[in-house]
């Protein structure tokens, strides 16, 4: 992993000078600003229209069966097109956008308009990792974590978004105040995709990597060796994946059921939480993604997954205290259960967007960079085909469901510290792959 020698200003003076880099960002901070707002609300929402437990548990294991082969195709295509990035960067965006659109149209009556929905967004997967692969091919190598850090900037234009949804609620009711902002949201991000269509540049074509046609031999090949590529170079980080895609799939399902139907938070009281959190958190994510440049890979892994045990025993402690003593009430981290989540969802980001997408593609050769990512996402959400199901079936058949689940967030906790601690998590990185960095455009 990468060590920065220079200081937060001139990382920052570096990253943004970058005209790609600059529009990338702004298209993705409205993009991620609202759907980061709605999408916490989609489990309640399909709830409320009368999906059982089970079914939506099903609904993101079938997700999960087209995201493997999505992100598989994807990867390989844009490393054979890694001059056409771009392109890809565009259709993610609208492929989000549509899926927005869509999912407004959901209802009771059409249920297997919700099958659409996850559907598409499993497809989606197929401009994901592209879409990140160019992202960090247009800021400096040694700044990755740094620039990633940057997104978390959509929290700022996500306050408008949470203030339009709240008072959509507040007027139209939750579940029509949500199909109207997934309509007017989906619609917005469509068209952040066109404009990426318009304005983005792409990397010069490398003459020196020799491209091959697309065939599915070569497919299997190339995604098969930078897997192993990836076992055989950092295991630790393949088994941490792993164990954290099936915690973090029961997590997701069971926090948002915890904090309406035991910690008695409306979404409206959500979504006023929630505004605050995104607001406070981006100079933490900021400095916290700053650090880990400078930090070595293990540090930075064992520090992020001690939040884990840490929120899930605040949930638990909330079932008997469930305020914090001397806060007054209309603090949202008044709620202990909120503050649980508050930390998880800190933590959740770090992992996502700093360590996971810029460690996976620095791992290996350049040619192979966003299979890379694919691979890693594929590992994430591998679990989800067998722990989203399981995660519904317990939480629908027991009546202690939520306990049992966070009883196995810990174990899978637990058994990705002993891996960190036992195996090599720094990933042996001090410089980049090949002895060279990445060409970037100006």
Same mark, same amino acid.
């Given at each position: 992993?990468?060590?920065? =020698?220079?200081?937060?200003?001139?990382?920052? *003076?570096?990253?943004?000078?970058?005209?790609?880099? *600059?529009?990338?960002?702004?298209?993705?901070?409205? %993009?991620?600003?609202?759907?980061?707002?709605?999408?916490?609300?989609?489990?309640?929402?399909?709830?409320?229209?009368?999906?059982?437990?089970? =079914?939506?548990?099903?609904?993101?294991?079938?997700?999960s069966l087209f995201i493997i082969p999505s992100v598989l195709v994807g990867s390989y295509l844009s490393d054979l097109l890694s001059h056409r990035r771009s392109r890809f960067a565009?259709?993610?965006?609208?492929?989000?956008?549509?899926?927005?659109?869509?999912?407004?149209?959901?209802?009771?009556?059409?249920?297997?308009?919700?099958?659409?929905?996850?559907?598409?967004?499993?497809?989606?997967?197929?401009?994901?990792?592209?879409?990140? !692969?160019?992202?960090?091919?247009?800021?400096?190598?040694?700044?990755?974590?740094?620039?990633?850090?940057?997104?978390?900037?959509? *929290?700022?234009?996500?306050?408008?978004?949470?203030?339009?949804? $709240?008072? $959509?609620?507040?007027?139209?009711?939750?579940?029509?105040?949500?199909?109207?902002?997934?309509?007017?949201?989906?619609?917005?991000?469509?068209?952040?995709?066109?404009?990426?269509?318009?304005?983005?540049?792409?990397?010069?074509?490398?003459? %020196?990597?020799?491209?091959?046609?697309?065939? $599915?031999?070569?497919?299997?090949?190339?995604?098969?060796?930078?897997?192993?590529?990836?076992?055989?170079?950092?295991?630790?980080?393949?088994?941490?994946?792993?164990?954290?895609?099936?915690?973090?799939?029961?997590?997701?399902?069971?926090?948002?059921?915890? +904090?309406?139907?035991?910690?008695?938070?409306? !979404?409206?009281?959500?979504?006023?939480?929630?505004?605050?959190?995104?607001?406070?958190?981006?100079?933490?994510?900021?400095? +916290?993604?700053?650090?880990? &440049?400078?930090?070595?890979?293990?540090?930075?892994?064992?520090?992020?997954?001690?939040?884990?045990?840490?929120?899930?025993?605040?949930?638990?402690?909330? *079932?008997?205290?469930?305020?914090?003593?001397?806060?007054?009430?209309?603090?949202?981290?008044?709620?202990?259960?909120?503050?649980?989540?508050? +930390?998880?969802?800190?933590?959740?980001?770090?992992?996502? %967007?700093?360590?996971?997408?810029?460690?996976?593609? $620095?791992?290996?050769?350049?040619?192979?960079?966003?299979?890379?990512?694919?691979?890693?996402?594929?590992?994430?959400?591998?679990?989800?085909?067998?722990?989203?199901?399981?995660?519904?079936?317990?939480?629908?058949?027991?009546?202690?469901?939520?306990?049992?689940?966070?009883?196995?967030?810990?174990?899978?906790?637990?058994?990705?510290?002993?891996?960190?601690?036992?195996?090599?998590?720094?990933?042996?990185? &001090?410089?980049?792959?090949?002895?060279?960095? =990445?060409?970037?455009?100006?």
């Open positions: 992993m990468f060590k920065s =020698r220079v200081s937060f200003r001139e990382s920052t *003076r570096e990253i943004f000078a970058n005209n790609n880099f *600059r529009f990338v960002v702004l298209t993705g901070l409205v %993009h991620m600003a609202i759907y980061s707002a709605i999408e916490p609300f989609t489990t309640l929402y399909l709830r409320d229209i009368g999906i059982s437990y089970l =079914r939506i548990g099903y609904l993101d294991a079938i997700c565009a259709a993610n965006c609208c492929c989000w956008g549509v899926m927005c659109i869509i999912y407004s149209m959901v209802g009771h009556s059409r249920p297997w308009s919700a099958m659409v929905v996850f559907v598409i967004a499993g497809l989606s997967y197929t401009f994901h990792a592209p879409s990140r !692969a160019y992202m960090l091919d247009q800021s400096p190598q040694d700044n990755h974590h740094t620039a990633m850090a940057f997104f978390s900037l959509y *929290r700022l234009p996500m306050l408008l978004v949470f203030c339009a949804l $709240l008072w $959509l609620f507040k007027v139209y009711g939750f579940i029509t105040g949500m199909r109207l902002g997934l309509f007017l949201g989906g619609s917005v991000i469509v068209t952040m995709g066109l404009v990426r269509a318009f304005i983005l540049t792409d990397l010069p074509k490398d003459v %020196h990597i020799t491209r091959e046609k697309p065939c $599915l031999t070569g497919l299997i090949k190339d995604n098969g060796y930078t897997l192993r590529y990836l076992i055989v170079v950092a295991p630790a980080f393949v088994i941490i994946t792993l164990l954290d895609s099936f915690s973090d799939c029961c997590w997701s399902f069971l926090i948002y059921f915890i +904090l309406n139907e035991q910690a008695g938070l409306s !979404a409206s009281e959500i979504l006023q939480g929630r505004l605050t959190i995104d607001l406070l958190s981006i100079p933490v994510i900021l400095y +916290l993604a700053f650090r880990i &440049n400078k930090s070595n890979g293990r540090k930075a892994f064992f520090l992020l997954y001690l939040v884990i045990p840490i929120a899930v025993g605040l949930l638990i402690l909330s *079932r008997s205290y469930p305020n914090i003593p001397f806060v007054p009430d209309f603090i949202p981290f008044a709620n202990v259960a909120f503050l649980a989540y508050c +930390l998880k969802y800190i933590q959740d980001f770090l992992w996502l %967007h700093i360590l996971l997408t810029p460690v996976a593609m $620095l791992l290996v050769p350049k040619e192979h960079s966003t299979k890379a990512i694919g691979i890693s996402w594929l590992l994430a959400n591998l679990s989800r085909l067998i722990g989203s199901p399981l995660a519904g079936w317990v939480y629908q058949s027991y009546t202690n469901g939520s306990t049992i689940l966070l009883g196995g967030i810990l174990v899978l906790n637990f058994l990705i510290l002993i891996t960190i601690l036992t195996l090599d998590c720094d990933l042996g990185y &001090n410089s980049p792959p090949n002895g060279e960095s =990445r060409p970037r455009s100006k």
